[in-house]
């Protein structure tokens, strides 16, 4: 069976997590100057809690996504030192406290699906490992899609991830209209942490979460088939709408740091007189050095050969070497990009823009 568990209110799950809050690194959004940031939970305060509600109950993304959490935009990992003529070098050491994170949407944990078939496949990438197995993803579902949002054609179940740990659903999305909050485990770790949570404090113990009141599953929408986009693709190689889209697109890179399933990152070293560390960082395909070769050769030198080379990852390379479109529908480049370029404005160009 199940186990689900209910709360009367944001402020008593709050209370529950705190009691629990020593063996875990737990994480929640909320907003900070006006940003809709990811906090740990002992840095909201009670008056931030009507943030963290609203946050919750859009039917959209938080502005940033989750996968810092595992993918860190910035990372040591291995440290070195020289003594005299010879060097002493160790990986560094990772947080072993298993950390939680609540309040990321659907679309957002499942982009961990996609990211696990480049990480965890030989050779595994063992720092993220480690993240993926020590942490307890808290998603906040869906009940209907937000005005960017292609999850459903993505084939995101925005009330049901496949992806996840925990379920939160919030009374005011179910038919009951409260102001509950339901967990439901989905995942053995889920239910781990809701015994754990369940014996804290304010819980009322187990229950049948609600159904969800709204639009849940659209059955009208025709999900995207990879295959057949990947075909339309290979035949605008040479299309002239990747100049177009190179007039408007500014490099900034902003579409690669807040898309979810974006994973490039450079490696660089830093020391000071005889210690130093090598660290991996963020990196994005649209910048103009990030094909640059040993010997000043660049593959991709223009803007239209790192926009064609973006979409074509997206849409072609990625579902020939792992099978889905590298898009969960977040609709974050949507809403973002200065130039208005998105996935949904690439789809509609190759001719598949009645599904979007």
Not at 174 to 180: F, L, N, P, Y
Not at 267 to 294: E, L, P, Q, T
Request: hydrophobic share 30%; net charge negative; glycine share 6%.
């Amino acid at each position: 069976m199940t186990q689900t568990i209910k709360f009367d209110s944001l402020s008593s799950l709050f209370n529950a997590l705190k009691e629990v809050e020593k063996d875990y690194q737990i994480f929640c959004p909320t907003k900070q100057d006006g940003t809709e940031v990811f906090l740990p939970l002992v840095e909201i305060k009670e008056d931030n809690l009507k943030a963290t509600y609203e946050i919750l109950s859009k039917n959209e993304p938080p502005l940033f996504s989750i996968k810092s959490f595992l993918f860190p935009n910035s990372e040591i990992y291995l440290k070195f030192k020289r003594e005299k003529d010879s060097y002493e070098f160790s990986v560094h050491s990772q947080e072993e406290t298993p950390t939680v994170v609540l309040g990321g949407k659907p679309c957002d944990v499942e982009s961990f699906g996609m990211i696990d078939m480049v990480f965890l496949q030989e050779p595994v990438d063992t720092f993220y490992q480690q993240k993926r197995e020590n942490t307890i993803l808290i998603t906040s579902v869906c009940n209907q899609k937000g005005p960017n949002c292609l999850c459903d054609e993505f084939g995101v179940d925005k009330c049901k991830p496949k992806v996840s740990d925990i379920l939160l659903v919030l009374g005011e999305q179910t038919t009951q209209k409260d102001e509950a909050v339901y967990l439901e485990a989905v995942s053995e770790r889920g239910e781990n942490f809701l015994e754990k949570l369940d014996k804290s404090t304010e819980s009322e113990g187990e229950s049948n979460t609600p159904n969800l009141e709204g639009e849940i599953h659209q059955k009208d929408v025709e999900k995207l088939s990879p295959e057949k986009i990947k075909d339309i693709m290979e035949n605008l190689y040479d299309s002239p709408i990747w100049a177009e889209f190179a007039m408007r697109c500014l490099g900034c890179g902003i579409c690669t740091y807040y898309c979810p399933t974006c994973h490039c990152y450079d490696i660089n070293d830093f020391h000071r007189k005889d210690k130093g560390v090598r660290y991996r960082s963020w990196d994005s395909c649209m910048f103009s050095n990030f094909s640059n070769m040993a010997g000043g050769h660049n593959p991709r030198p223009s803007k239209e050969d790192r926009i064609k080379n973006r979409f074509f990852h997206k849409l072609n390379y990625f579902v020939k070497q792992q099978g889905p479109l590298a898009c969960v529908g977040c609709g974050r480049c949507a809403k973002n990009c200065p130039a208005g370029i998105s996935i949904g404005t690439v789809l509609k160009k190759i001719g598949v823009g009645k599904h979007v």
